[in-house]
C-alpha cells in the first residue's frame, strides 16, 4: 500500500483499486481471480515496486454494457492496470516496465486480449514506448446488437495495447480515436468502415 499510494499521489483514493483486488481470495485464473497483483523485490528482499490490474472499472459501468450478456466475455479478454509505482529512490532502473511487461505476459498467456491504463498526458511518451497507443477517449467495435461503445477519461488519456493478433487498432476514416477491433468474436471492423459521429458505418 505504501508503494501504491506512489502511482498516483494526487488521487483522493488512492488505495481503492488495491483494496479492492486485496479483498479477493487469492485464487487462480491470476493472483486474485480476475485480478493482478505484483511486487517486485530488491535483492534483499524489500518490495520496491508494485502493479495492481483487473477487470476496467468503466467497462462494469457503462450504460451501454448493463444487464449485457456480453459483460462476462469482455471482463476475460480486457485488463486494466489501475496503478503501477515504484520506489522513488529505485526509479530509472526498469522496475515499472519491468512489471507491467510482467503482466502483459501473465494476461496474454490465460487468453485476454487487450490491455489498457490510465494516465496524464505527460507519460504519453513513457507508455508509447512499451507499445501502448495513447488517445483522449477510447472506442470498441462489438458483436451484433451493440455494434459500438466509446468512453473518455476527462483530462486523462487512455492507453491500449492488443495481447493477442486477433484483436487490433483500427485507424477509421473520421473516428476521434482508434476503434478497437476483434476484442469478441464477430467485433472486427471492416476495412472499409467509417465513423459517422454516432456509430461506424460499413
Not at 473516428?175 to 468502415?193: D, T
Request: with cysteine; net charge neutral.
Amino acid at each position: 500500500m505504501d508503494l501504491i499510494r506512489h502511482a498516483d499521489p494526487d488521487h483522493p483514493s488512492p488505495f481503492h483499486a488495491a483494496r479492492l483486488t486485496l479483498s479477493l481470495p487469492p485464487e487462480p485464473p491470476l493472483s486474485h481471480q480476475l485480478d493482478l497483483c505484483l511486487i517486485a523485490e530488491d535483492q534483499r528482499g524489500k518490495a520496491v515496486g508494485a502493479l495492481v490490474a483487473g477487470p476496467p472499472e468503466w467497462l462494469v459501468a457503462h450504460p451501454g454494457l448493463q444487464n449485457s450478456s456480453l459483460l462476462l466475455d469482455l471482463v476475460h479478454r480486457i485488463t486494466m492496470i489501475h496503478g503501477v509505482a515504484v520506489a522513488p529512490r529505485y526509479r530509472g532502473r526498469g522496475i515499472g516496465r519491468a512489471l507491467i511487461r510482467q503482466a502483459e505476459q501473465r494476461y496474454r498467456a490465460l487468453g485476454w486480449g487487450l490491455s489498457m491504463l490510465i494516465h496524464a498526458p505527460s507519460l504519453a511518451t513513457y507508455y508509447e514506448r512499451l507499445g501502448y497507443v495513447s488517445h483522449p477517449a477510447l472506442l470498441m467495435n462489438l458483436p451484433s446488437p451493440h455494434h459500438f461503445i466509446g468512453q473518455d477519461f476527462l483530462d486523462m488519456l487512455t492507453a491500449l495495447k492488443p495481447l493477442s493478433p486477433d484483436v487490433r487498432l483500427a485507424d477509421v476514416a473520421f473516428a476521434p480515436a482508434p476503434v478497437i477491433s476483434g476484442v469478441l468474436p464477430g467485433s472486427q471492423v471492416p476495412e472499409h468502415a467509417w465513423f459517422d459521429g454516432a456509430g461506424l458505418c460499413y
